[in-house]
């Protein structure tokens, strides 16, 4: 769950409390100051042989945002949707990429001078990695995790 904090960490900053519920599949439920939450779920009882599939919904008082990509045989695929209003979800086209093909450019970029390293900076994974030891802590204590500062 590790990448799926740092990405909750980019998009609404650090929560203010985290608990969690679960064993095999991992639910963790992000409180934030302001009153917004974040859920994350992991899951490692899919059988072997079933795709990995990664992804996000983002819910708004009037749109709702949702991406799902499967790996399976050959590239990634993805499904971007956009509901809004009272309408059914429309498509949001992305361009083909293979997400993880375009994180190792990136990193040889940076790597080579030629991208701003800021976003693969020490202090983003560490952030990510404190919430991810506090899942467990939370797992294994029952009770929620609270952060200060």
């Known amino acids: ?17 985290l608990a969690a519920a679960g064993g095999g599949e ?4 992000l ?5 917004r939450s974040a ?12 795709p990995f599939r990664v992804g996000f919904r983002a819910l708004f008082e009037e749109a709702a945002l949702e991406l799902e990509t499967v790996f399976a045989e050959g590239p990634p695929r993805n499904t971007f949707t956009i509901a809004e209003g009272g309408s059914a979800p429309r498509p ?7 997400p993880y093909e375009a994180e190792l450019r990136r990193f040889v970029d940076c790597i080579r001078a030629k991208a701003d ?10 952030a990510a990695l404190g919430l991810s030891l506090a899942t467990q802590r939370a797992l294994a204590t029952g009770e929620a995790v609270s952060f200060i500062g």
């Open 26 to 29: 991992i639910v963790a439920l």
């Open 1 to 17: 769950m590790t990448f799926d904090f740092d990405v909750s960490n980019w998009l609404m900053g650090r929560p203010a409390r």
């Open 31 to 35: 409180s934030y100051s302001d009153g």
């Open 117 to 126: 390293p800021a976003l693969l900076g020490a202090e983003h994974a560490l």
């Open 92 to 98: 949001i086209v992305l361009p083909a990429v293979n």
């Open 39 to 50: 859920t994350i779920a992991a899951s490692g009882l899919m059988p072997i042989g079933a």
